[in-house]
């Protein structure tokens, strides 16, 4: 059966795991029990191949359209927002009914802001469903040891509010302490991670974005900064330790896994609404977590298994 309902988006991987409540919500109104998505063709940067691989895995998504295949659709239910859209097909959607929402992205979740929309202006009574990111079934990790997954993302010129830098003195520490009890495995794209010289399994630029869900399913614990494979963790239930820079946190913080944020505390932070990250000489509030700070809290997790 064909769905009524198609969604817009275009924008970061992290952005769509936290949108997945509001999708579902549309999917369980829709007849079939599944909506379309809709992107641009010509959007081909990093981030639309990692979005297409999760959308090939959820029960409630039937078809990725590019904008240009749905012309002469039919759908009954259009829903974009101005916050998880953008390139031509947003033009298109703009012709489409749009439900305008204020949003203080310093107090409600984006998750919750998505959520609400539905609920208020397309009809949904129902409970708000969890995120969702279903994992590939390889690769299969040695689970008679304590899998650390680390995770130093990030995406354009907000990378550098993000990116910890730590993560090489980390490893070094985590091996020396643990020796071959823990297994350290490096996720990511591009040259992240590189740093980090003592690994057991480096599966950088190896893995697709639901293989690398598979990995982090399967760690004891994720220490991660802002970005999507964290959203993948916290989907996934996945305990974190997450290292916060310059991102606003009641808008991006984890909101289902057990978790340990690091969070300077400065002033100046969060610097994502103003850009100010593009005015630091120096990311003070990344620098000011120190890879003790991590380890105290990672052996508190791997002994306890809980966070204080």
Known sequence: MSSNTIAHFRNGVGNFIVLTPALQALAQMDASGKIDICTDEEWQ???????LDICERLPFINHVYGFREIKDKKYKTWFWTQWNSCGASLE???TKKYYEEPWNMLHTHESDFYFDIVKKHYGFTGKKPPQMVVPAEQPLLDMTKKNIVLVDGGFGEMTVMKKWGKFGQLAEQVKSYYGDEVCIIKIGYRDELSDVKISDRDYVNQLSMT???KVISQASVVIADDTGNMHCADALGVPLIILWGGSILAKNRPINSKSKIL???LECQ???PDAGYNRCEKIQCLDYITVGEVMYHLRQFLSKGEFT
């Open 45 to 51: 940067d990093s981030r639309k191949l990692p979005l």
């Open 92 to 94: 298109y959607f703009k």
């Open 263 to 265: 969070h300077a505390g």
């Open 211 to 213: 293989e690398s869900a």
């Open 270 to 272: 969060p610097c994502q």
